[in-house]
């Protein structure tokens, strides 16, 4: 009997990319039995609480509330190197940059979301509004927000799709901190024991560098099966941008950036203390 392993990934691109091969049967999974499961990365990080996935993707803001049950893994990160979610407004707002909007309506994607945390600590106070993040850019046109942060594919291109981009918040991280700014990531329960969390995440990194090595077929397939409306152009830029050496090991710059995420969320109240040395697996 293989031991069934549960996997849940969030459907946007640059995951569906990394979890394609093992997706569709290009690895031999030896003791395995895999199972996939796509959501949105808030209600993954909600569903990672109660221990529903064996391996999932989450917001790296949502881990030091998982920290018990799950370790933090070193492969499958996406990382923005002086890039990240988009601040937009409507393109008649008074708003002239991003420490604007304190005192703000703001949408965000979840307040476990790493984009919800980086906001908090370069914008300072606000008023968070959770949504999905596919309702954001409407809650934005609407006037029900004064702004919104826009994550996954939505980031690409707003202006063309009727926003006023006010931020980056991958920019602006990168001039406050000199630090790429960490989004999102994997962790895997504790609980399947040493030697199964080093062979599920050896399973992990030969998809992503499958994925890599065969990336215009991996490419259509994965954005075959996101959300995202986008061309090949664009998919490419995506897969660029969040997939590529950072996705396969956290180097010591990352690893810096994820505790500055940590401690921004400590100083806000939306986390307690944590030490990124306990939570990796290594």
């Known amino acids: 009997m293989k031991k069934p392993i549960s996997i849940a990934f969030s459907p946007d691109t640059d995951d569906a990319f990394m979890v394609h091969a ?17 959501a949105d990365i808030q209600e993954l990080n909600s569903e990672a609480k109660n221990g529903t996935y064996d ?11 998982l920290a018990s049950d799950y370790l933090l893994m070193p492969i499958g990160a996406s990382i923005g190197d002086e890039f990240g979610p988009a601040v937009i407004v409507r393109p008649d707002s008074t708003l002239k940059k991003a420490q604007d909007l304190a005192g703000q309506r703001v949408a965000v994607p979840g ?34 927000v004064a702004a919104g942060v826009l994550i996954h594919e939505l980031q690409l291109d707003c202006e063309q799709r009727g926003f006023r981009k006010l931020a980056d918040l991958g920019r ?18 504790r609980s399947l024991g040493p030697k199964v969390i080093e062979e599920v995440t050896q399973l992990l990194r030969l998809s992503i560098e499958m994925g890599l090595a065969n990336r ?3 490419l259509k397939e994965a954005m ?9 152009t664009a998919g490419d830029k995506y897969i660029s941008m969040y997939v590529n050496r950072r996705s396969l090991a956290l180097q010591e710059d990352v690893r810096q950036a ?12 939306l986390c307690t203390h944590i030490s990124l040395q306990d939570a990796l697996y290594e």
């Not at 391996?55 to 509330?65: R, V």
């Not at 606000?126 to 609407?142: Q, W």
């Open 22 to 38: 093992l997706r569709a049967g290009m690895i031999d999974t030896g003791d395995y039995e895999l199972s996939f499961t796509a």
């Open 55 to 65: 391996l999932t993707a989450i917001s790296i803001a949502a881990y030091p509330q």
């Open 111 to 144: 307040l476990q979301t790493s984009a919800y945390f980086a906001a908090r600590g370069l914008i300072g106070d606000f008023t968070a509004v959770p949504m999905s993040f596919l309702d954001i850019g409407d809650a934005v046109l609407s006037g029900d």
């Open 172 to 189: 602006l991280w990168s001039e406050r901190f000199h630090l790429p700014l960490p989004l999102g990531a994997n962790a895997i329960k």
């Open 216 to 218: 215009s077929a991996t």
């Open 224 to 232: 075959r099966s996101s959300k995202a409306d986008l061309d090949v």
């Open 258 to 269: 994820i505790q500055t995420l940590f401690a921004i969320g400590e100083e806000s109240g």
